[in-house]
């Protein structure tokens, strides 16, 4: 069946420009996951769905960064004003259930973002 | 603040091998811990997950520990092949009201050499 689906596979934007990187779940997972991953770090986490609703987005790291779900499907991550130091893997993960998370997350390719 | 350290940060071996990799975290107060594997330019895909309450799993050729007391984890892999060259991250999730959220380590690039 179908996985996780993220586009596009990469971005390259200038300095100041916005960008929307977009992903689709698989279907009938409720919970989403943002995660960036920047050269040489772990994983961050930025921001946890549950069906529509956004109970956790303590990860954003400035109000630059944005994120909505609509239809308990796809999600889009918005950054505005792009600097260079957003640059990073964008991974988008679902599951079938947020809380007592039991099972494991299936990611995305994930969206290479480059802001030179 | 939870942290997971991984190590070694690389490893090279021969076909056949059998290995071990390490995985460490802060707070013992954890839900569960997941090992992933990450081929280059791809995303992640989950190998193997642990709860809590469990001291091992295994699937194939791939067997994972969790001493939570300690805060370790290893993931062991017999019999190597080159396809197993991949960087390898080990995440835990948090406990509590918490617990979809993980921390990963910054991973074990491994290389097997035919």
Do not use: M
């Not at chain 1, 100041?16 to 920047?38: M, N």
């Not at chain 1, 004003?81 to 994930?110: I, K, M, W």
């Not at chain 2, 090279?12 to 975290?25: D, I, R």
Request: glycine share 10%; charged share 15%; aromatic share 8%.
């Amino acid at each position: 069946g179908a996985g996780v689906s993220q586009s596009p596979s990469n971005k390259v934007t200038e300095k100041g420009k916005d960008v929307e990187l977009r992903c689709d779940p698989i279907s009938g997972h409720t919970a989403l996951y943002w995660y960036r991953q920047r050269l040489g770090q772990g994983l961050e986490f930025l921001i946890y769905f549950q069906g529509n609703s956004a109970p956790d987005k303590s990860g954003l790291p400035s109000d630059r960064f944005s994120a909505e779900r609509t239809g308990e499907s796809v999600s889009t991550l918005t950054i505005q004003r792009t600097q260079q130091e957003d640059s990073a893997v964008y991974l988008c993960a679902s599951s079938p259930q947020g809380r007592q998370l039991g099972t494991p997350l299936h990611f995305g390719n994930g969206t290479r973002l480059t802001v030179t | 603040k939870q942290e997971v350290t991984q190590i070694p940060a690389a490893l090279s071996v021969p076909e056949g091998e059998n290995l071990v990799l390490n995985c460490s975290f802060t707070d013992s107060a954890i839900y569960n811990l997941q090992w992933f594997r990450q081929d280059p330019g791809k995303g992640l895909t989950s190998l193997l997950l642990i709860q809590s309450s469990q001291r091992e799993q295994t699937s194939g050729r791939l067997n994972a520990s969790l001493d939570k007391s300690s805060g370790r984890s290893t993931l062991y892999i017999a019999a190597s092949q080159p396809g197993d060259s991949a960087t390898y991250l080990c995440a835990v999730s948090g406990s509590g009201g918490s617990n979809y959220k993980l921390t990963f380590g910054k991973g074990t690039l491994l290389t097997v050499n035919p």
